[in-house]
C-alpha cells in the first residue's frame, strides 16, 4: 500500500531525529501484512494487537544507503510473525 511505502521512506530520509514511530491499522489483513514486513520492516515489529494494529520503530537511514531493510534474506517476514504470533 501506498501509504505503509510512504511511511517508511519519510521515516528513513528523516534530517534530524532518531526514530520514528509508524502504526498500521488492519494489520490482520495480507496486504497491510506483507507491506508492513516489505517497507517497514518485520524486524522493526514491535507489538501486534490482536492482528488490528502493528506498532513499528523506524530509524533514520543513511544518505547513501538504498536499501530498507537490515536482513534481506526473508528472516523479516519469520521475525514480524513470531512476533504477531506472541513468541
Known sequence: MMSIFTAGVLARS????GKTHVFVHDYYRDVEQICGDEFL?????????NGMLAHFVVERMEKDSFQFCR?????AAAAAAAARSGL
Not at 528523516?14 to 531525529?17: I, T
Not at 536482513?71 to 528472516?75: A, I, L, S
Open 14 to 17: 528523516k534530517k534530524v531525529g
Open 41 to 49: 520492516c518485520g524486524e522493526n515489529l514491535v507489538e501486534a494487537i
Open 71 to 75: 536482513e534481506q534474506n526473508g528472516t
